[in-house]
Nanobody, 126 residues
Framework: QVQVVYSGGGLVQAGGSLRLSCTAS????????VGWFRQAPGKEPEGVSC????????YYSDSVKGRFTISRDGAKNTLYLQMNSLKSEDTAMYYC???????????????????WGQGTQVTVSS
């Protein structure tokens, strides 16, 4: 079973920045799309940003476009999410996820992706 460690979550004031990371004991192979999802209390999960299985496309939800940047470091088995200009509505539990043979868009549109581990909490105070 893949072990995952999250870091970078926490409490930040509106307008601030955080960089989330999830480090897996092994990233999925080249046939897998990877991405970040979030879920706030009482709300549906939202695909925030996803990278297609072949690395060719990256998708961002409209709510984070221009503020968040996703990246991956294969050598470190780590997926990152740089979050700038944070807003109170970004408050949520954030999760890494992977799915096979998905484009970035299709993966982020999934309602039940394959989440990694327990996620990390991000709280933005206004």
């Amino acid at each position: 079973q893949v072990q995952v460690v999250y870091s970078g979550g926490g409490l930040v004031q509106a307008g601030g920045s955080l960089r989330l990371s999830c480090t897996a004991s092994a990233l999925p192979g080249d046939t897998y799309a990877v991405g970040w999802f979030r879920q706030a209390p009482g709300k549906e999960p939202e695909g925030v940003s996803c990278i297609s299985w072949n690395g060719g496309t990256t998708y961002y939800s409209d709510s984070v476009k221009g503020r968040f940047t996703i990246s991956r470091d294969g050598a470190k088995n780590t997926l990152y999410l740089q979050m700038n200009s944070l807003k109170s509505e970004d408050t949520a539990m954030y999760y890494c996820a992977s799915e096979r043979y998905k484009s970035g868009y299709n993966m982020c549109r999934m309602t039940t992706p394959n989440y990694w581990g327990q996620g990390t909490q991000v709280t933005v105070s206004s």
